[in-house]
């Protein structure tokens, strides 16, 4: 990878990019308020976790700021346990994304990462790159509108991150973009772990059959097994295709 990483503290702010980047990230590119009062938002989107796109010097940008999920989410939002700034997950999932793009996966560039520590606490945040004309899969799938030969091109780039070692904790259809063409990206690697082969493979493709069925369930359109066997041969293992009648 070209020239490194550069780490930058102002007082409570650690902020990680690369080396290579000439202008030093600064707190304001982590604030939404300072975005939305510049005018420089594009789109907003809800959800767990606060998602803007912004624009900044010629360049389109997704600004994600971390949120808790699950049951723990009910008591504490965005605050995680300080262990030091290069177990904190904006840096780990910057890194990791950095290490994706330099292999040539379909992964979104990594801009920047941003921790703000008070005590034994932090919020953080990650800045990518806008992968552009790209929307979510499970949208494909509420519109019927799924390019008919992306499924084994899915297959084929899920099974080219697993053979990195990364195991996705979130695989599911709403992760899994696509562009005009059927292109497929995969996006959010917040506490995605590199991992030595195992069964950890097969529960994340376990885990992404039963999202496609899900958004297929709710939106009253269809996913079927044809589909799902195009995905198991990209992904090259035909066994999997039996996942489709659980």
């Known amino acids: 990878m070209e020239g490194g990483e550069t780490l930058v503290k102002q007082g409570r702010h650690f902020m990680l990019t690369a080396g290579e980047r000439a ?10 308020d300072d975005w939305r009062q510049s005018g420089a938002v594009a789109i907003e989107t809800s959800g767990r976790g606060q998602v803007l796109i912004v624009g900044h010097n010629g360049e389109t940008w997704v600004l994600r700021h971390y949120r808790r999920g699950g049951l723990v989410s009910r008591f504490i939002d965005d605050h ?23 292999a040539g996966l379909p992964v979104p560039s990594p801009v920047a990462a941003h921790l703000y520590r008070t005590g034994v606490i932090y919020t953080a945040d990650i800045i990518t790159a806008y992968l552009p004309d790209t929307r979510k899969l499970s949208w494909f799938i509420e519109q019927g509108r799924v390019p008919p030969d992306c499924w084994q091109l899915i297959g084929a780039m899920i099974r080219a991150v697993h053979d990195h070692g990364v195991d996705h904790p979130d695989l599911t259809a709403h992760n899994v973009l696509l562009d ?21 493979r097969r529960l ?13 369930l709710e939106t009253g359109t269809q996913f079927d097994s ?21």
């Open 23 to 32: 202008e030093p990230p600064v707190p304001a590119w982590f604030d939404a």
């Open 80 to 102: 995680y346990l300080w262990l030091g700034a290069d177990r904190a997950r904006a840096f780990r999932e910057w890194r990791l994304l950095r290490t994706l793009r330099a």
């Open 180 to 200: 005009p063409t059927g292109k497929p990206f995969l996006v959010d690697f917040d506490n995605a772990q590199q991992k030595p082969p195992g069964e950890w």
């Open 204 to 216: 994340g493709m376990e885990r992404f059959n039963r999202s496609l069925r899900k958004v297929a």
């Open 226 to 246: 044809a589909a799902w066997a195009a995905i198991a041969a990209g992904y090259g293992d035909r066994t999997l295709a039996a996942l489709r009648a659980q």
